[in-house]
């Protein structure tokens, strides 16, 4: 289980997250959706210990975040919408350094690196510099380093930035199944329809509040829009959240 209960954080005087809490369960997909500057990036920088909040708690499977940040880090992977890669490193290379930090023994490293590696259709690329990549294998590649320790949580920002169909469809499967021995993920996407398709909640953050939180059909009822897809509840929600801040 995933809590995070009044979570703030600011710059300056601009509060970026307000006082927001959700729960994710174990073997769930929590779809956190939002435009830009709503305090979605914050949030999941914050939720992977890159970032400190000004007030609040998250807990990882029991684990606070504030009290035990290794700990919690150490069963947590983390794809941001702009990985950084060494481009110097060949892609093989770049797995074994990440492996080396999170303290992934060789021959478990060597085995997760090969199965990561052709799940992702990377395993031809392994030994060819991280230069040599287009954006879609870097992303692949980020993935694999997020998942090469095995996490119990995983963070997502934007992942089908630069995917190609293929590349999207891989990583679609690979969540889905990802969720299925009991671990959590949390996804920020501006692809509503691949939220819709993969998430099992959603949470709708507008100026660092989250506006509505459940499953769709539940944001359905609760608006009375029974005819909308997510694509079109999140239109009328931050529209109607606009216009009442305006």
Request: with cysteine; net charge negative; charged share 20%.
């Amino acid at each position: 289980m995933i809590e995070v209960q009044q979570l703030t954080k600011s710059y300056g005087s601009f509060q970026a997250v307000q006082g927001i809490s959700f729960s994710i369960k174990p073997g769930e997909i929590f779809g956190f959706l939002g435009m830009n500057g709503a305090g979605k990036t914050t949030t999941l920088r914050i939720l992977a210990g890159i970032l400190l909040p000004d007030s609040g708690s998250v807990k990882v499977f029991g684990e606070d975040l504030l009290a035990h940040p290794l700990r919690v880090k150490a069963m947590t992977g983390y794809i941001p919408d702009r990985p950084h890669l060494y481009s110097k490193l060949t892609g093989r290379e770049f797995l074994q350094f990440v492996a080396d930090l999170y303290g992934v023994d060789g021959a478990t490293a060597n085995r997760r690196s090969n199965e990561l590696l052709e799940q992702y259709a990377l395993t031809e690329w392994a030994g060819e510099l991280i230069e040599s990549y287009s954006h879609g294998m870097k992303q692949r590649l980020a993935t694999c380093a997020a998942l090469l320790h095995s996490p119990k949580f995983l963070i997502i920002d934007e992942p089908m930035v630069g995917l190609d169909p293929h590349g999207a469809l891989l990583l679609k499967k690979a969540l889905k199944s990802y969720v299925t021995n009991g671990s959590a993920v949390i996804l920020s996407t501006h692809s509503l329809n691949v939220a819709e398709e993969l998430s099992d909640r959603v949470a709708i953050i507008h100026h660092g509040s989250i506006l509505t939180m459940g499953t769709i059909q539940e944001i359905r009822n609760h608006t009375g829009k029974e005819d909308k897809n997510l694509e079109g509840l999140f239109l009328e929600l931050t529209s109607s959240a606009m216009g009442a801040l305006s």
